[in-house]
């Protein structure tokens, strides 16, 4: 086991060192990567498992919605638009992503395009 392991519930969301996390979650992306072009599809799947269960991941996707998205004070089909720090640990405990539950809709929104009459659509993901 690695030295450089994050514990998961030792950080208020304020003081998380987010670039361990970030680094933690490219290596796994890197040996993913590394597994697809050998053309190992069993071990492919075990890392993309292990990536999905993945605390850190977790921990970057839900500071990624939450915080760093342009439209993180949107309101999805959820009703639930960006929430405060002391909120979002919560989020990340209960986030499973084991294939089981099915995802929530993405709230769909059309804008007009600019200079033009069309229309495109938006998709505003739910928390």
């Not at 060192?17 to 069993?42: C, M, N, S």
């Not at 939450?66 to 209960?94: C, F, I, W």
């Not at 938006?122 to 928390?127: A, D, K, M, R, V």
């Amino acid at each position: 086991m690695s030295q450089n392991v994050v514990k998961k519930r030792a950080y208020d969301w304020k003081t998380v060192p987010w670039h361990k996390l970030e680094r933690t979650v490219f290596k796994l992306q890197k040996r993913i990567y590394r597994a697809t072009v050998d053309g190992d599809k069993r071990k492919v799947r075990k890392l993309q498992g292990l990536l999905r269960r993945s605390w850190s991941a977790k921990m970057i996707a839900v500071r990624q919605v939450t915080q760093q998205n342009k439209g993180k004070k949107t309101a999805g089909v959820d009703g639930v638009t960006a929430l405060k720090p002391s909120e979002r640990q919560p989020l990340v405990k209960q986030l499973r992503l084991d294939g089981k539950d099915k995802a929530k809709p993405t709230r769909r929104v059309w804008i007009p395009k600019p200079g033009r009459t069309e229309k495109m659509p938006l998709g505003i993901p739910t928390i």
